[in-house]
Nanobody, 125 residues
Framework: QVQLTESGGGLVQAGDSLRLSCTAS????????MAWFRRTPGKEREFVAA????????YYADSVKGRFTISRDNAKNTVYLQMKDLKPEDTAVHYC??????????????????WGQGTQVTVSS
């Protein structure tokens, strides 16, 4: 499995921007589909965004569409999540995930076998 480490989280105000990074080690992510999920206390982890191994396809949750952008730099073994116009409801621990196949369902948590430890994003109103 590939090891994933997230960074870039923090405390921001509503309307601000933040960029999360997910750096992989142990293996190259060139062949991996990548995604971001998030969890708030008392709720299940939810899908945020996903990007195919070559970067040609991206997917977003309706709640972040138009505000978040997922991208990847395979040369740096890193995936990014650019977040704009942040809202208090975006407050969550954000996780990076990797899979060799998401079986046509990039939003399904169970299809991802490698996970990072998460990075906290807190948006104040």
């Amino acid at each position: 499995q590939v090891q994933l480490t997230e960074s870039g989280g923090g405390l921001v105000q509503a309307g601000d921007s933040l960029r999360l990074s997910c750096t992989a080690s142990g293996r190259t992510i060139n062949n991996y589909h990548m995604a971001w999920f998030r969890r708030t206390p008392g709720k299940e982890r939810e899908f945020v965004a996903a990007i195919s191994w070559g970067g040609g396809s991206t997917y977003y949750a309706d709640s972040v569409k138009g505000r978040f952008t997922i991208s990847r730099d395979n040369a740096k073994n890193t995936v990014y999540l650019q977040m704009k116009d942040l809202k208090p409801e975006d407050t969550a621990v954000h996780y990076c995930a990797a899979t060799l196949s998401w079986y046509g369902r990039p939003w399904k948590e169970a299809n991802f076998g490698s996970w990072g430890q998460g990075t906290q994003v807190t948006v104040s109103s």
